[in-house]
């Protein structure tokens, strides 16, 4: 299977500005994604996808390579992700190159591991997924067997639609959640199917140690002081 790395980062974050290329222990932020993509065995190419020169010329540095700047139209705080996936495989098939599936790595990730890139790639491999995506387990109090939500009434119902909670804690099914660092979905789906995720979903479980995700200041500075722990 042959399979792109893709890393999108636009110029544009206003949670933590200059996010991107910002030095968090003395490094751009892109360049702890750029090296665990680039160290992936499991990964065909990789490329990042921005709007942003500075940016491009930073991904360039660390060995990324920039085939295109995105259209500003693809790079608003309102963009989702699956028009800027699918805007870079279309650019690269109609230049001659195909992929038969798309690795999508948050530069906004920068714990995440190449071992872990390579295993959520072999798992699509392996299985009849559509697409795999990294998960954390979710505390047994914040189960959706246990989470009522309110509807339009001011009414408490199961998030599950269920009429009654599973007492029990220990039959309690395991929850997962996105994670955020590590997704691979097919073109077939992507392209096809207008959808990054398909129906047969696959999760990989991650190491909560490596998992950390910046959008706030508040996480900009745990990651520091996570860095500066490991030092």
Request: glycine fraction near 8%.
């Amino acid at each position: 299977m042959k399979v792109l790395g893709l890393i999108p980062a636009r110029g544009g974050s206003k949670g933590v500005p200059g996010k991107n290329i910002k030095l968090l222990s003395g490094k751009p932020l892109l360049s702890y994604t750029a090296e665990a993509a680039l160290q992936a065995k499991s990964l065909a190419k990789v490329i990042l996808s921005t709007d942003d020169e500075k940016i491009a010329e930073i991904g360039q540095k660390f060995g990324l390579e920039v085939p295109f700047l995105r259209p500003s139209e693809l790079a608003q705080d309102s963009t989702p992700t699956l028009p800027v996936v699918q805007h870079a495989l279309k650019f690269l098939k109609d230049a001659g190159e195909e992929f038969d599936a798309v690795c999508l790595l948050q530069a906004t990730n920068p714990l995440r591991k190449y071992e872990d890139i390579d295993a959520c790639v072999q798992k699509l491999i392996d299985g009849n997924y559509d697409s795999v995506f990294s998960t954390l387990e979710i505390p047994t109090e914040y189960n959706p067997y246990w989470a009522f939500v309110e509807n339009g009434e001011g009414y408490l119902h199961l998030a599950t639609g269920g009429s009654e909670p599973i007492i029990r804690r220990q039959i309690l099914p395991k929850a997962y959640y996105r994670e955020g660092s590590i997704y691979v979905a097919k073109t077939e789906v992507i392209l096809g199917k207008n959808s990054f995720y398909g129906k047969k979903i696959g999760g990989y479980l991650l190491d909560r140690s490596v998992s950390i995700n910046i959008d706030t200041m508040q996480d900009w500075e745990n990651a520091e002081e996570y860095f500066k722990n490991l030092k």
